[in-house]
């Protein structure tokens, strides 16, 4: 399934809000390291690295810095890292919804 710009937009931006809770790297929790170590954001620092590169090579890492560099243009990202991060910010809400029971 190909999704139109807008809609990648659209869940895309479901992903800053989880960024802009982040924390440094060195205020890791539990909550933390379980996000990043679930296997979808595992993959999707793989596939966006090619645009991290490219996209955000100034930018330094922590604090979700990066997620929020390479979400604010979002039609510049790569189908691959597009769909790795949309596919990784459903699991993440995917964890936390089980979580709450």
Known sequence: MRLVP???AMLLAG???LAAASQPVAAFDGEKLRLM???AVMHAMDACQPDRSRLCGGVAMGGGRIILCLTANPEKLSPVCS???IS???AVVQSKSAGAD
């Open 6 to 8: 807008m809609s990648r």
């Open 15 to 17: 992903i800053l809000p």
């Open 88 to 90: 990784a910010l459903g």
């Open 83 to 85: 769909t790795a991060l």
């Open 37 to 39: 170590t679930n296997p």
